[in-house]
């Protein structure tokens, strides 16, 4: 299934930031995020965040739970919502709720209501994200923190699933191709709604992923991250190194 596709002019290009080292991506994105949730709370009072798991966003995490960092916040103002889950306990190694908890969440305080998991240990993954779904804010989403996999997927919205088609349904259980294991993710028209979409990258592993979907054609049915376009993407030097820039770029 390829879907529409067009040319790179229709789609407008990314913001990016690019660190020169993978420790200098997470003090550089940590920074920025933070600024956008201030800027958000500036403005109306409130933010509305959501996290990604994986490995790039750890750092990035424990970056903002620093006290130098995480001072300069009124955390209480935030709810916390997250992208996707794996179909698995909250306490589970491969929990994103987990990982969340541990680096940003626990360090920073956030109080029980504040937080939005998916309930990864749910029996009936549809149901989950049916109830999910009804959790999820009902207007602008200020912040979506996002990942790319090496197939180009992001959140759990993986080539050519059916949850790529989704247009009504906010949350969607889907299988993993490659496990096959369950999984709970938001859906493209959710990723849509989100004002500031910050995509995080780092390593040369995905330089040429990272490039397909920024400098190729509009293909999210081939190529899911590219529902994230256009946003803010901060890679490392690594990751943006199969990259001839023309964006709004700034090196760091």
């Not at 990604?52 to 006290?67: L, N």
């Not at 996999?149 to 949350?171: C, I, M, W």
């Not at 040369?204 to 490039?211: D, E, L, Q, R, T």
Request: net charge neutral; hydrophobic share 40%; aromatic share 6%.
């Amino acid at each position: 299934m390829e879907g529409k596709s067009m040319e790179r002019r229709d789609i407008q290009p990314p913001q990016m930031l690019i660190a020169g080292s993978a420790g200098a991506h997470a003090r550089v994105a940590a920074i920025r995020i933070v600024d956008e949730i201030k800027d958000a709370l500036s403005e109306k009072g409130y933010c509305t965040l959501f996290l990604s798991g994986g490995a790039t966003p750890r750092p990035v995490y424990k970056e903002m739970a620093r006290p130098q960092t995480s001072k300069t916040v009124d955390w209480t103002k935030v709810q916390f919502y997250f992208v996707d889950e794996r179909c698995v306990p909250p306490d589970h190694p491969e929990s994103n709720y987990r990982m969340a908890a541990e680096e940003f969440l626990s360090p920073i305080h956030a109080a029980a209501e504040q937080i939005h998991r998916i309930r990864g240990e749910s029996s009936d993954p549809e149901s989950e994200a049916t109830r999910y779904a009804g959790e999820l804010p009902t207007g602008d989403i200020d912040i979506m923190i996002l990942g790319i996999g090496a197939e180009g997927h992001t959140a759990s919205l993986f080539p050519d699933s059916k949850a790529l088609n989704e247009v009504q349904r906010p949350a969607a259980a889907v299988i993993v191709p490659a496990s096959p294991s369950r999984r709970i993710t938001i859906t493209p028209p959710v990723i849509k709604r989100a004002r500031q979409r910050i995509v995080l990258a780092s390593g040369v592993s995905k330089a040429g992923i990272i490039a397909r979907a920024i400098r190729g054609r509009y293909m999210p049915n081939v190529l899911p991250v590219q529902f994230a376009l256009p946003g803010l993407w901060i890679l490392d030097a690594d990751a943006a190194s199969e990259l001839r820039i023309e964006t709004d770029q700034e090196l760091l």
